[in-house]
């Protein structure tokens, strides 16, 4: 059985997950750019059975999404303000666990042939996509859940120029 914990920066808050992830997107979007205070987000989604909050309770901010238009749901630390996961009303039993809030994140893998990099028009100028990755323009689904095709990188490539004319041959049409 997998048993990974993590938690808030003061301590207040405490989490496990006691299953591997689903998945695990990074996005390249303004809203996670701004949520991390980074150039993306890692995050791995899991059942949202197999999370558990283990001490204290989160606060919750309810966002709605400028993309699908649905609630997004930001579970933090009240004391501290540490980000430690997302629930979401267009993907009810999922939970997506801000990477860096477990106690070694390391354990996640972010293996090309499995992320998914969504909104690499919008990346940081600087951001590199390593061969292999699996990439997206916006999001990996359209709102009704029909996944799109993936733009599989044939080379490290800066994450804007994925997409750019040219760059490399599309599969299939763009969301």
């Given amino acids: 059985m997998v048993n990974h914990a993590g938690g808030c920066i003061c301590g207040a808050l405490r989490f496990e997950v006691t299953a591997p992830p689903l998945r695990v997107t990074v996005c390249h979007c303004r809203w996670c750019q701004r949520a991390t205070g980074s150039a993306y987000m890692v995050e791995p989604v899991f059942d949202l059975a197999a999370l558990r909050v283990t001490r204290g309770t989160p606060a919750t901010y309810d966002h709605r999404s400028t993309g699908s238009g649905r609630l997004v749901h930001v579970h933090f630390c009240a004391a501290c303000g540490t980000k430690l996961f997302l629930t979401f009303e267009r993907f009810p039993g999922a939970a997506g666990v801000y990477a860096g809030s477990f106690d ?13 990099h969504l909104y690499c028009e919008v990346a940081r100028p600087e951001t590199l996509l390593p061969a292999g990755a699996q990439a997206f323009p916006g999001h ?3 709102n009704d859940g ?3 095709e993936a733009r599989v990188v044939p080379a490290a490539l800066p994450a804007r120029q994925v997409f750019a004319p040219g760059a490399v041959d599309a599969p299939g049409p763009r969301p």
């Fill in 104 to 116: 070694d994140p390391d354990w996640i893998a972010v293996r090309p042939e499995e992320a998914k």
């Fill in 140 to 142: 990996a689904r359209a």
């Fill in 146 to 148: 029909t996944p799109f």
